[in-house]
């Protein structure tokens, strides 16, 4: 049974590390998804400039990843959606309405200019062998641009969440900028579908973020919705907009929907309901507010899941960059090393008849000892040594190309050559500054195709219970100890559905509930209304040996229908009031050698203290009777 334990043990382990590895949670180097970074490899491999059939597309990426067609193809329509490294022909559906895309056979896709020029590059990827062992697939791709950020990234693995929101990304390349100079940034999300947004406690991407609709008034019977929170559809927004009239929390109407390309939903309000009063209704009892909690969760460089914070991931992101830039540098300059090596070399053997010396040969090696020997006297500037294969090329050369052979054009490709050197060496001094203009050049030739669309405001969360009519009446039963708002008794105040009612009962306990149908009180209620957290009350008890205090408290947090207790255990309530001013009269049963029979204590006189505290003592004496006089 042990063996059966560890065994559980350790093949959930392992499923829930490829899960979170392999399914859910992207990389921080790369931004992507194992799935993404497979349909992307496979879009290049296959890149020939037209589009393609994403079926096809949905095939090539299966050779890599072992999950079925289904997933591949959600995921590809998913980021062709992100409008950010595939361009799409045909019907992707439609992000504001929830609409699903046509079947994979029907639409076509291909890199766009952007994706091709950050995010491949053979000779800086690591490659290893697809599940199959017949194909190599990237660990990550070297992308030049903080994608995690840019595109943002939704998962659920086993134990663990990730919800990183999209940001812009000309300030994400401004803020790369900032970084390398030295200077500080702040990054807030973008939004696909536009709308209003609070960042004020967005905590650099762990705290939370309030989005709006964005809502016009073209007249006062009328409400045109124009951008919907991110996260939400059209869809959506209408439901909890006609769920919010049938609850009567709003009038409304009518409401259409004449979404398109771009959102449109009017709202149609009754000839005596004007559109001012509505629109803070909206935002507190539809979708047209909405909180969103983003979690950054990734896969940090060390391959493990690791929270992070927006500032962390554009810094490594940032420092990934230049070490890229630098590496492709540093193998550009290899290649031309080897260019110049190979044209230097075909100029001494053309131009001093090298060749000459095989004539009279029959072997190969005794061509290629003859070619040696030939070229020994005149490689002293040479940047290496001369190999077989250098040999070996020379050879192969046609004796057309030997005939036709221009040394000044020769000498010209071997300035550029040298010049382009030059011009490496000086960026592999300055990284710095190689990478701003990397990055400067990106904004300038993709800068106009992301403008800021998310508008930056400051605005709180609407209160459901401050925009809420208070149209029901919260009423006290004497006879039967019953409170509520569908109770026959005395009124004690008018109320909303969403109003918080406070009532105090007179053993010393207390409830806080959510305007009450009928709710049990005792006839002896102290207290009952609307919650006041700068409310002070004063209450006086006596405990099991007759000692009497006072308890000056207000009550702050609490759990909805969760019983407290005021006094301790055993303790019996003498006097409650909310009147600060008032005063306490105790009266003492008459006993040998107690002249004082009767004291008058002040309320002001003593601290207000934390609901859970104990009293003040006020007297040790046995108490007869206790009275509240009320300030005159």
Not at 46 to 62: E, L, P, S, Y
Not at 92 to 99: A, L, V
Not at 230 to 235: A, D, I, R, Y
Not at 396 to 419: F, G, H, V, W
């Amino acid at each position: 049974m042990a063996y059966l334990h560890d065994l559980f043990d350790s093949y959930w382990l392992e499923y829930a590390s490829y899960y979170i590895k392999e399914r859910a949670i992207p990389h921080i180097d790369d931004g992507l998804k194992p799935v993404q970074r497979r349909i992307l490899h496979a879009l290049q491999r296959i890149d020939d400039g037209r589009f393609h059939k994403v079926a096809n597309v949905v095939g090539q990426t299966m050779q890599f990843h072992p999950h079925g067609d289904q997933s591949i193809y959600g995921a590809l329509v998913n980021l062709a959606n992100k409008d950010l490294f595939i361009e799409r022909q045909g019907n992707f559906g439609n992000i504001h309405t929830g609409d699903v895309a046509a079947a994979a056979r029907y639409i076509e896709c291909r890199l766009t200019p952007l994706a091709r020029e950050v995010l491949f590059n053979k000779e800086t990827t690591r490659f290893i062998d697809s599940y199959d062992g017949r194909n190599q697939e990237p660990v990550v791709l070297p992308a030049k641009i903080p994608v995690l950020l840019a595109q943002g990234a939704e998962g659920i693995a086993v134990g663990m969440a990730t919800k990183i929101l999209p940001h812009n990304l000309v300030e994400l390349w401004q803020a790369q900028i900032n970084y390398l100079r030295g200077k500080p940034f702040a990054l807030y999300p973008d939004f696909p579908t536009a709308g209003l947004a609070d960042f004020s406690s967005y905590g650099d991407g762990n705290g939370k973020v309030l989005v709006r609709a964005r809502l016009e008034v073209p007249d006062p019977t009328h409400i045109v919705i124009r951008e919907i929170p991110f996260g939400t559809t059209t869809e959506q927004l209408i439901v909890s907009v006609e769920a919010a009239a049938r609850e009567k929390k709003i009038v409304i109407k009518k409401i259409t929907d004449y979404t398109s390309d771009q959102v449109k939903i009017e709202i149609t309000l009754p000839n005596d309901v004007l559109a001012g009063g509505v629109i803070d209704t909206l935002y507190a009892f539809t979708d047209c507010e909405v909180s969103i909690a983003p979690n950054l969760v990734v896969i940090n460089s060390e391959n493990v899941p690791e929270v992070v914070s927006v500032s962390s991931i554009v810094k490594s992101n940032t420092d990934r960059l230049s070490d890229l830039l630098q590496a492709e540098l540093e193998i550009e300059r290899g290649h031309h090393y080897d260019r110049l090596h190979a044209r230097t070399l075909e100029q001494i053997f053309i131009e001093n008849r090298v060749y000459k010396v095989i004539e009279n040969k029959r072997k190969a090696d005794d061509i290629v000892r003859a070619v040696h020997k030939g070229l020994a006297p005149l490689v002293a500037d040479l940047i290496r040594d001369v190999t077989d294969d250098d040999v070996d090329t020379l050879l192969k050369i046609p004796i057309r190309r030997i005939s036709l052979y221009d040394i000044n054009r020769a000498k010209k490709e071997m300035r550029e050559i040298q010049q382009r050197l030059a011009a490496i060496e000086k960026s592999l001094g300055d990284m710095t500054k190689e990478t701003i203009r990397f990055i400067k050049g990106l904004i300038a030739n993709y800068g106009d195709n992301f403008t800021r669309r998310t508008e930056i405001e400051s605005f709180n969360r609407t209160d459901k219970r401050e925009v809420a009519k208070r149209d029901l009446q919260l009423r006290f039963d004497k006879k039967t100890g019953y409170v509520g708002h569908k109770v026959n008794g005395a009124v004690l105040d008018d109320i909303s559905p969403f109003d918080r009612v406070l009532v105090v009962r007179s053993d010393g306990s207390y409830t806080v509930s959510e305007a009450p149908d009928k709710l049990y009180a005792g006839r002896d209620m102290l207290h009952c209304g609307l919650v006041d957290t700068e409310q002070v009350f004063n209450l006086v008890y006596t405990d099991p040996f007759q000692y009497t205090f006072i308890k000056r408290f207000v009550i702050g947090a609490y759990i909805l229908n969760r019983p407290y207790q005021l006094v301790p255990e055993h303790c019996h309530v003498e006097g409650f009031t909310t009147d600060g001013h008032a005063q306490i009269h105790l009266s003492y049963l008459p006993k040998p050698r107690l002249r004082i029979l009767e004291e008058v204590f002040l309320i002001a006189d003593y601290p207000i203290r934390n609901v859970k505290a104990s009293g003040i003592r006020l007297s040790t004496k046995e108490l007869a009777n206790c009275t509240v006089e009320f300030a005159k």
